[in-house]
């Protein structure tokens, strides 16, 4: 007996110095499940992140991010099943239930007709409590596959009716795009049914905190008077935003009051995927960054509670095809340190510029407005081609008949905040394939119960399986 006792006891320690714990992971169960899903945020997206954090500290190689410390990664494929170039809503239906579907459905089998039910509705029937979160609209296409059965992503106001179906206990985001159903004139509005269905609407972090104790199930949005479609860049954010570190922290304490049997919390960083879709790479980062400050958060908790929590991290999809590059062997991305707006911020900002001045804008005027949020002239050196670009722009924005502003997916920019924006990311030395999804492989991070599950190759269909395993849903 002796010899298989010390062959046992060698294998188990051995286990424990190297991180294969197997033998005791298995018998662990994730009570606490975060999901963190960062929109567009391919491994580039990730890399450039880390990379750029370094460069800012005056040194080559990377400033880790919190959750790429994870003991467990993998890499997940993305395609739908009607193209290898995904959309978010097949994207996040994979990612929700375990299925693939055709782009542009929510929550639906391929041919629109069955009802696919997500990993949270699982949490939901094992008696957890469940919250959805995001950064942008609480209907938009990520968020809604988790709870919501609609045959396209666009019908934002059936959506938001399958929301209360679902009964989650904790559901937050900007806010929602489409209150009154357009087609039918008796339908309710959408916080009617809410308010049916014993939601509490909080509006603001503030609003919550002094709801929360006497809510039984919470909605938390933007105040009044802000955009429904998504709470401010990171980059762009003010005091007294709602911030997704805010909302996480939020989900945390309410879905944790006066409960003993766990939660089930997904947390979108939904705009990474908005700054990809304007080629924006200083916004981008700050964004990647911004979603690791609320994982931070998750991390805190689940130090608290290491053999019972779960938390993984992924991405539904990569978007603009970000390349750390341009041809030479060289980056510069410190240079995207001197960004201190998002481009539609950028945008605003001369648009202001023009109703101030009346439309009488000065070249030396934009100059000003350039070097205060871009360090052009200042901080960063402009070489003549490209001062002479940004001339050519004044000339036709200011001086000629008609602005033709620059869309992306979610803005329509001025023309010279786009071209300031593309400046910067040339001195940098970042470059981009579009302005839409690719079809490239996205990362997974995992820490905590069942997170040695998450290893080498994934579909994205694998993830939310591997998630109900961990916690035996």
């Not at 375990?98 to 929550?107: D, F, L, R």
């Not at 980056?331 to 911020?345: C, F, P, R």
């Amino acid at each position: 007996m002796k010899p298989k006792f010390y062959l046992l006891a060698f294998i188990l320690f051995t286990g424990f110095l190297f991180g294969e714990t197997d033998v005791y992971a298995q018998t662990k169960t994730a009570k606490y499940v975060f999901y963190f899903i960062g929109d567009g945020m391919g491994v580039n997206q990730v890399n450039g992140t880390e990379m750029y954090l370094a460069e800012k500290e005056g040194r080559i190689g990377i400033k880790p991010l919190t959750f790429t410390q994870f003991p467990y990664s993998a890499f997940a494929t993305t395609y739908s099943a009607s193209n290898s170039i995904t959309d978010s809503a097949a994207a996040g239906t994979a990612l929700a239930t375990g299925s693939k579907t055709k782009n542009e459905t929510i929550g639906m089998d391929s041919l629109r007709k069955a009802p696919l039910y997500s990993v949270a509705v699982k949490a939901k029937k094992a008696g957890k409590k469940v919250g959805i979160t995001t950064s942008v609209s609480i209907d938009h296409a990520t968020p809604a596959t988790f709870y919501a059965h609609q045959p396209d992503r666009d019908m934002y106001y059936e959506i938001a009716t399958d929301l209360p179906k679902a009964g989650f206990d904790f559901y937050a985001g900007s806010g929602f795009l489409i209150p009154d159903s357009k087609s039918d004139k008796n339908a309710p509005n959408i916080y009617t049914l809410f308010k049916d269905a014993n939601y509490t609407v909080a509006k603001g972090y503030d609003d919550y905190k002094a709801k929360k104790n006497k809510a039984s199930k919470m909605i938390l949005m933007q105040k009044d008077n802000t955009d429904a479609h998504s709470i401010p860049y990171a980059i762009d954010r003010k005091t007294g935003d709602l911030t997704l570190c805010q909302i996480t922290e939020s989900a945390i304490n309410f879905l944790n009051k006066d409960n003993k049997n766990g939660f089930f919390l997904m947390v979108e960083g939904g705009k990474i995927d908005w700054a990809c879709h304007s080629n924006d790479a200083a916004t981008t980062f700050n964004e990647v960054i911004d979603m690791d400050n609320a994982v931070k958060i998750a991390y805190d908790f689940y130090k608290k509670h290491p053999n019972e929590t779960l938390i993984v991290i992924t991405a539904d999809h990569e978007t603009g095809g970000i390349a750390l590059g341009t041809g030479k062997y060289e980056l510069n991305l410190k240079a995207l340190g001197n960004q201190t707006v998002s481009e539609t911020e950028l945008s605003a900002k001369i648009n202001q510029l023009r109703k101030d001045k009346q439309n009488d804008v000065t070249w030396n005027d934009i100059k000003n407005l350039l070097s205060e949020n871009m360090g052009f002239w200042k901080n960063v050196k402009l070489t003549d081609k490209q001062e002479q670009l940004l001339k050519e722009e004044y000339v036709r924005s200011f001086l000629g008949k008609e602005v033709k502003l620059s869309e992306s997916l979610y803005s329509k920019d001025e023309p010279m905040a786009a071209l300031a924006k593309k400046t910067l990311d040339d001195i940098a030395m970042v470059s981009w394939a579009s302005g839409n999804h690719s079809a490239g492989y996205v990362p997974v991070f995992a820490i905590g119960a069942g997170a040695e599950l998450f290893h080498g190759k994934l579909e994205n269909t694998d993830i939310p399986k591997k998630i109900a395993e961990a916690a035996r849903y």
